[in-house]
């Protein structure tokens, strides 16, 4: 299915199927020649000369990729926007520490790589944009270099998937075109960025589906399982780079439920034993291969992270027990009449009480209890020291292991004085509790203000020293036992407070048992867990801050706003020199593919409309071409744009990326539909004998299809040059930052 000119031999009605035809029923394909033998009939419209122009059309382009990529890479030296994550990461892979990340592990371990065979160690971290490359001994140009080819190597990728489904050299090289000079694609395929290898993957799975769809007449044939497993080792990795591979994910679904819908069809003549042979193949093709290769990174993620690292935090204290330098490991555990110190996890003070009370009324007037103090106090003490008791007086249950949910009471060591929490105002929050003291030799009237229920929040069910975060719930009142950066005054020796936090449910509520007075064992060895443990709790976490990343930022956008550009994103900035990076899609190049979008569905509603009144606009093949290569790229930047409407999460322009290239290949579509399959003109009805269209032979290109195809490019170029300024960093004054401004909403540095 090309552009261009059927033969005589593709308009014969099929005859009867018998021998090998009957074999290919079996199949269940039977529709036509043109579908049933798809090499035969592109080798019949693409012609060797067409072939020819059609190689120099796909190395001129590459070129072109590379050197939109390539230009000014080494420029600017300095850390740009999100190579502070990326970079980072690199370096944390290159010293096998821990870290976390929302993202799977694939772009950032090819990254690191990169950095190994450039010699990099992995010694800086990448801290602030600005910061310079050179001084800090950084091969940053080797670094940018691998998404700068993965984005180059995209736009062949997009030729040869237009032209695998059909389309001529003009509306190919239009599409890839379309992708080469759009300033979107550039500024964020040449920096140490994940994005040029999320659209790498996409378009890889997206042209071997149509490969492997190609082969649907030969199935379970060796091309039939190379694209296949191709397919799905593409989808694997794709989401391997980024979470939102999901969405190419449904995009493939969608056409292999489309294909599985119609060979479950009666009139096909397939037995079901045969459909379910291809509904397993796909099953284990495009689902099991895929899970499996997305699997196998995690695998080499947490084999190559074997160090204690900033990402311990994020993770169960089982997780972090496998670490080779965690705290975790030297962990004790807690037994009943055990001395400990208790430090709070946020602030890192500890609880703290000394011989002094709270002043019998405060400045604002509210009374106190009078109480003995409890504070937070950052500094090691023997004031810091609690002695951990159970609430059973009958049964002190000394030696045996404090657990979660266990009721336990505190002695203050010092002062000989139980923890104590009562219905009476805090001294700088008249909304929590006070936390004070209540003398053991005292009567045990208020002997239920001073137990408290240990909850543990970091996984197990013992509490241990250094391993286990714990919250304080007090038994009588539902309070957390909680302290805040707020200091007390003078009388309080500018000790941070500590209260009692009626929203239970806080995660600041979290402490930790920092040491413990007792005998300890030897230190213990890194423990063990499973991979698959392993990769289920940092799936959860992912998703769960991933989910949580809901902080304002001065760049974020919302979906809406994607396909009109009201406002890009600021990458870099230098003042002395008046220099930025500012990542904007081509604008007219962008606006135009909403044009697109709208004319594919207003031809689908419009084609749906005439022919339910007996007209019909459009002949069998460019009808079937249109819903088979336009529906499938509108259908796939809908699955690639329209889930960021559901997540709660901040958003930037450049989640637009994939979308955004499939609406480029959609605008290059239609343009062909336009101007090749569209001066066929209206076909009348054919008559209540048959109530279908005939086919019709197609025009071939004209004129009208170069010229305006050279006047969409031409435009689609020179809107990228003059914005060019931007995506590389060059320097432009106050007047060219201004007249670039096209709309007022775009951000520019050093406009008027």
């Known amino acids: 299915m090309a552009d261009g000119s059927s033969t005589d031999a593709t308009l014969r009605r099929r005859p009867p199927p018998s021998g090998k035809n009957q074999a290919k029923r079996e199949h269940g394909y039977t529709s036509d020649e043109a579908e049933d033998q798809p090499k035969k009939l592109i080798s019949r419209v693409f012609s060797p000369a067409d072939e020819k122009i059609s190689h120099l059309a796909l190395g001129g382009l590459t070129l072109l990729a590379l050197l939109t990529r390539f230009y000014m890479i080494s420029h600017p030296d300095e850390v740009v926007f999100d190579e502070v994550h990326f970079g980072k990461f690199a370096s944390y892979y290159l010293r096998r520490t821990y870290f976390f990340d929302v993202h799977p592990p694939l772009a950032k371990l090819m990254i690191a790589a990169m950095g190994y065979f450039l010699g990099y160690d992995g010694h800086y971290l990448f801290e602030n944009i600005g910061e310079s490359y050179v001084k800090n001994n950084i091969p940053y140009v080797g670094l940018r270099a691998l998404p700068a080819f993965l984005g180059a190597a995209t736009i062949p990728l997009v030729y040869l998937s237009m032209r695998e489904a059909g389309y001529s050299v003009v509306t190919c090289f239009m599409a890839a075109f379309f992708v080469t000079f759009d300033n979107m694609m550039v500024t964020q395929t040449r920096l140490i960025l994940l994005d040029s290898m999320l659209v790498f993957f996409m378009m890889c799975s997206l042209y071997c589906y149509i490969r492997f769809y190609k082969t649907r007449n030969h199935p379970f044939s060796t091309s039939w399982w190379t694209w296949l497993v191709a397919t799905g080792v593409s989808i694997g990795l794709t989401t391997s780079v980024k979470m939102v591979g999901l969405f190419t994910v449904a995009t493939v679904g969608m056409a292999v439920l489309y294909d599985l819908w119609n060979l479950l069809d009666i009139r096909r003549g397939l037995k079901m034993s045969e459909f379910m042979r291809h509904f397993y193949a796909r099953a284990v093709g495009l689902i099991l291969v895929p899970f499996l290769i997305y699997l196998f990174w995690f695998y080499v993620h947490f084999e190559v992270l074997k160090y204690s690292g900033p990402g311990d935090d994020f993770m169960s204290t089982e997780f972090q027990e496998t670490l080779q330098g965690n705290s975790m490991i030297n962990g004790i555990y807690i037994k009943y009449g055990d001395n400990i110190t208790i430090r709070h996890k946020d602030s890192s003070v500890f609880l703290h009480s000394h011989p002094h009370n709270y002043p019998l009324r405060y400045d604002d007037g509210r009374v106190s209890s009078a109480g003995q103090q409890v504070t937070g106090y950052g500094h090691e003490d023997v004031n810091n020291v609690w002695q951990v008791f159970s609430d059973d007086v009958d049964n002190p249950r000394t030696g045996e292991q404090v657990m979660d949910r266990h009721v336990i009471r505190l002695l203050h060591v010092e002062t000989s004085s139980w923890l104590l929490a009562h219905d009476v105002a805090s001294p700088t929050m008249s909304t929590n509790e006070e936390i004070t003291t209540y003398s053991s030799q005292a009567d045990g009237s208020r002997f239920k203000e001073t137990t408290f229920q240990v909850q543990l929040e970091s996984g197990g069910n013992k509490l241990r020293t250094k391993a286990s975060r714990f919250k304080l719930i007090h038994m009588d009142t539902k309070v957390a036992v909680w302290t805040h950066d707020q200091k007390l005054p003078e009388w309080g020796f500018s000790q941070q407070e500590v209260n009692g936090n009626k929203n239970i449910a806080d995660v600041t509520n979290l402490w930790t048992a920092d040491s413990a007075e007792i005998d300890a064992d030897e230190p213990r060895r890194v423990s ?114 329209v889930p960021f409407f559901m997540m709660g999460r901040k958003l930037f322009l450049h989640h637009y990326m994939p979308a955004l290239l499939l609406s480029y290949m959609n605008l290059a579509a239609v343009h062909s539909f336009i101007f090749v399959d569209g001066l066929n003109g209206p076909i009348s009805d054919p008559g209540p004998a048959t109530r279908a269209p005939r086919r019709l032979q197609r025009a071939t290109l004209t004129t009208a299809t170069y010229v305006s195809a050279a006047i969409l490019m031409t435009i689609h170029l020179a809107s990228f040059l003059y914005f060019a300024p931007l995506s590389y960093g060059t320097p432009l004054d106050v007047n060219g930052v201004n007249n670039r401004k096209l709309l007022s909403t775009w951000d520019f540095h050093y406009a008027k």
Not at 541 to 556: D, E, K, Q, V
Not at 584 to 612: E, F, T
């Open 528 to 641: 063990k867990m499973s991979f698959i443990k392993k990769y289920l709790e940092l799936q959860r976490r992912m998703i769960a801050h991933n989910s949580g990343l809901t902080a304002s930022h001065p760049y974020m956008s919302n979906p809406i706003e994607w396909p009109f550009l009201p406002r890009g994103i600021s990458f870099w900035t230098k003042n002395d020199t008046r220099e930025q990076i500012y990542l904007l899609g081509n604008p007219l190049g962008v606006w135009a593919c909403i044009a697109g979008l709208a004319i594919a569905g207003g031809i689908s509603v419009a084609d749906i409309l005439s022919r339910r009144r007996g007209y019909y606009p459009l002949n069998e093949d460019s009808q079937k071409r249109f819903y088979m290569t336009v529906g499938f790229l509108v259908v796939g930047y809908v699955l690639h744009f």
